[in-house]
């Protein structure tokens, strides 16, 4: 009998149980801390005759809040199954009594996976998800500390895009209330990734990323290989295009000459300027029409807009309290609309590395 031990307190095995009238099968057998289940495979019928497999369909439904409440591991690109790696406790995936960890993933609503890479198996566990609650990415990496000695600078980190967010772990989220308790939490359309090259890296380790927060702190990365830094690229830039696609607009407090103004960043019309007391417009513009930007580093944003009649430059002066969470908006908004032009964007390394919040102006030619 091959027990696996599937935590502290459970084990699981699969083993030959004969009752006496009939030839042995076999049983998945659970033992926890006070209950021993025995659970017959399923049969399954090849040419009239009955035989028991390993195979067996599931069906289980994900939960408003918590999903299925499972983990995998795995995939094509490791040239083994995906498995179940841990399955959470109270969790759907617990209380039908059917998974256990080990498990291969075969099927996904008829869908067959076993020869899908890690990143592909996910997407289709997310596929009914609401956009805001869809993994885009999960992952070991190392984080450097900004104040450690060299000797050791870098601690671990489990980083997370799921829905709006990038979560900062220490170890990774398993029930509903772990992702509550994330080390650091960001909105991905205020933040700033950047792949650093062989000239920006601050030590020997290569395949390392930059991660600029809303309030301007940097946060400095290294994961193992080129194709995890690959991986890691292309799932920021999906969440990204994902959670602009969902919220379409966001409005910003500023002020103009001392009085209270509001400035929205529309997915659809672009920039619109207006009174915060009348909500009257004082003046918008299209993506197109940004030819042109500066910042002080602190608070103010310069635009220069080309009027469409007169062909002139026009220059805007706003002021934000969050200057760098407007800056990291802008850009995200940008790139969104830059992958409905093009949708082999969100597949470009080179297009997300090119991109800086000091680079807001190229970024802008590049869509007239």
């Known amino acids: 009998m ?17 009752d006496g009238a009939q030839e042995p099968f076999r049983v998945r057998l659970h033992l926890a801390r006070d209950l ?29 809040v918590g999903g299925f409440g499972l983990s995998i591991k795995g995939g094509a690109e490791h040239n083994i199954p995906v498995v179940i790696s841990k399955i959470s406790k109270e969790q759907r995936a617990e209380l039908s009594g059917l998974l256990f960890i080990g498990d291969a993933i075969l099927q996904i609503n008829g869908i067959n996976v076993r020869k899908c890479r890690h990143e592909e198996v996910i997407k289709k566990i997310n596929r009914n998800f609401p956009v805001n609650q869809q993994i885009v990415y999960m992952g070991w990496c190392e984080a450097r500390e900004q104040d450690a000695l060299q000797d ?95 919220i379409q607009c966001k409005t910003y407090a500023c002020v103009l000459e001392s009085h209270l103004m509001g400035l929205t960043i529309d997915f659809s019309t672009g920039f619109i300027c207006f009174d915060a007391a009348t ?16 910042d ?3 608070s103010k944003i310069k635009f220069l807009f080309q009027n469409p009649d007169t062909k002139q430059i026009e220059a805007k002066e706003l002021e934000f309290s969050n200057l760098f969470a407007v800056l990291h908006c802008i850009h995200s908004f940008f790139a969104a609309k830059v992958a409905c032009l093009d949708p082999l964007f969100l597949g470009s390394q080179a297009a997300a590395s090119a991109a800086s919040s000091s680079s807001m102006s190229s970024k802008a030619k590049s869509l007239t």
Not at 2 to 18: N, S, V
Not at 41 to 47: A, I, K, L, M, N
Not at 49 to 60: D, H, L, M, N, Q
Not at 187 to 199: A, H, P, R, T
């Open 2 to 18: 091959d027990f696996r031990t599937a935590c502290e307190e459970t084990k699981t095995g699969i083993c030959l149980l004969q």
């Open 36 to 64: 021993l289940m025995v659970q017959e495979q399923d049969v399954v019928c090849v040419s009239g005759e009955p035989f028991y497999s390993g195979e067996r369909t599931v069906t289980i439904r994900r939960q408003a």
């Open 152 to 246: 050791r600078a870098y601690l671990p980190a489990f980083l997370a895009l799921r829905g709006s967010c990038l979560y900062k772990f220490l170890a990774p989220p398993v029930t509903t209330w772990d992702w509550t308790r994330a080390e650091k939490t960001f909105s991905v359309y205020e933040i700033m990734c950047k792949i650093l090259k062989d000239s920006d890296l601050l030590d020997r380790r290569k395949h390392c990323f930059t991660v600029q927060s809303e309030s301007g702190a940097d946060f400095y990365f290294s994961v193992e290989l080129d194709s995890d830094l690959a991986q890691w690229e292309r799932a920021f830039q999906t969440a990204t295009f994902l959670e602009v696609e969902r």
């Open 279 to 294: 909500k009257a417009v004082l003046w918008r513009y299209k993506f197109s029409q940004l030819k042109g930007s500066s």
């Open 296 to 298: 002080d580093g602190k």
